[in-house]
């Protein structure tokens, strides 16, 4: 990764689905994508040790309008 | 549905906007379409929607943010009280006065209760008496606020009031419109009366409200076209710019934008006007069967009920006539 990529790795905020109608959604804090990227996918959640199912990814401030990211983005963790 | 003062204590502790914790709510509970599956123009929409929601929290109207946020996202299921019991769904939508969504829903509805007095007067016309369209407007200031709307629509009212002392059988129905991103605010009137000179409008007009601009002109059309072509203002939003919408929303917030006085003001026709049961946009009676629709207390995403096989209702009305309230 550039240095100038590098600024862009930052915190994404990440919660994880409900799994029904009366389940809230819960927030699991600012997880940071691995070393080599700035952005998050299902084995990445599943490394930082989370379970498998559907997680909405907030990207950091900065990201808002960019062309390289939708702000709001769906992340599966798929069963093993 | 959203649940406004719990989402007020979440944003904090998140360390993000209320704005996007509606947003995220639609997204964890699906919406119209689920995240995975949005396109550059879904994309478009929650931006525009995000920064009208903006604008209302800032002016605390979080309710209405919210409101704003989920339209369409949500929906209710009807079930038919026929032999074979159908379902289908309807959708819960703002009904905020400013929602490109909502505009045409909002114009079938105000031309449902309207035309049958149109029809009316058409039936029984009033000798000497025509309908003609009044523009009434202000001085532009460059701001827009809900005591300004509401002197206004005073103004329009004391004038017609001031100008038909002593007249009997005349009406008058108005739409607050805006310039096109500005706040040139003016009512564009559909007036059914006697003869008025344009000068003795202009200074009635200035003598109450101490703005000028004033037009007058027989109307293009009679009957209930008349109406649509007043109605009009009310099927789309006045700007595009999602900053102004929001503000225009604030401005009027518990303000009407149509108004009514006299003939028109609660009228209650002689006869039903079947002809005008197209436009009535909650489905009564199931379109397979005509059986009558019940509706099922509770609410759930669109995307849950797509996916549980029910269908729209409005699928069902013709295509012909869903397009005939759009204009």
């Keep these: 990764m550039t240095e100038e990529l590098g600024k862009l790795r930052k915190g994404w905020k990440v919660w994880k689905n409900p799994q029904g109608p009366g389940d809230p959604v819960k927030y699991l804090g600012e997880l940071y994508p691995p070393e080599s990227q700035f952005y998050f996918k299902g084995s990445d959640l599943r490394a930082l040790g989370l379970d498998p199912g559907e997680y909405t990814v907030l990207a950091p401030e900065g990201f808002d309008n960019s062309d390289l990211f939708a702000r709001w983005q769906k992340v599966s963790i798929p069963e093993c | 549905m959203l649940n406004v003062r719990q989402f007020q204590a979440e944003p904090s502790a998140w360390n993000i906007t209320l704005r996007e914790r509606f947003e995220l709510e639609g997204h964890v509970r699906g919406g119209l379409k689920p995240l995975d599956e949005f396109t550059e123009e879904d994309r478009r929409e929650e931006e525009f929607r995000g920064q009208v929601a903006d604008v209302l929290i800032e002016h605390s109207l979080g309710k209405r943010a919210a409101r ?3 339209c369409h996202m949500f929906g209710y299921r009807l079930q038919c009280e026929g032999e074979k019991p159908h379902m289908f769904f309807s959708v819960l939508s703002c009904d905020l006065r400013f929602c490109p969504r909502c505009g045409a829903r909002m114009f079938a509805r105000l031309c449902e209760k309207y035309s049958p007095v149109l029809s009316h007067l058409k039936a029984h016309p009033r000798r000497g008496y ?5 523009t009434l407007t202000s001085r532009n200031t460059g701001v827009l606020t809900a005591e300004q709307v509401k002197k206004f629509n005073k103004d329009v009212k004391n004038t017609l009031k001031a100008l038909m002392h002593g007249q009997k059988g005349w009406g008058a129905i108005w739409c607050d419109e805006v310039g096109f991103n500005n706040q040139n605010l003016h009512a564009h009137v559909l007036f ?16 109450i409200s101490g703005h000028q601009v004033v037009w007058i002109k027989k109307a293009r059309t009679h009957g209930r076209r008349a109406l649509l072509y007043l109605l009009k203002y009310v099927s789309k939003p006045p700007a595009d710019d999602p900053e102004f919408i929001g503000r225009l929303e604030v401005a009027f917030y518990r303000c009407r934008r149509v108004h009514t006085l006299g003939l028109f003001y609660n009228f209650a026709p002689a006869e039903a006007a079947p002809e005008h049961n197209h436009l009535i946009t909650d489905a009564k009676q199931c379109p ?7 509706r099922i207390i509770g609410n759930a995403p669109i995307n849950d009920l797509v996916r549980q096989g029910i269908h729209f209702i409005g699928e069902y009305h013709p295509a012909k006539e869903r397009k005939s309230w759009l204009n």
């Design chain 2, 130 to 134: 025509l309908l003609r369209e009044l």
């Design chain 2, 68 to 70: 704003f946020m989920e």
């Design chain 2, 288 to 294: 397979l069967c005509g059986a009558k629709l019940r």
């Design chain 2, 192 to 207: 059914y009366g006697p003869y008025i000179e344009q000068r003795r409008l202009a200074e009635v007009w200035h003598e």
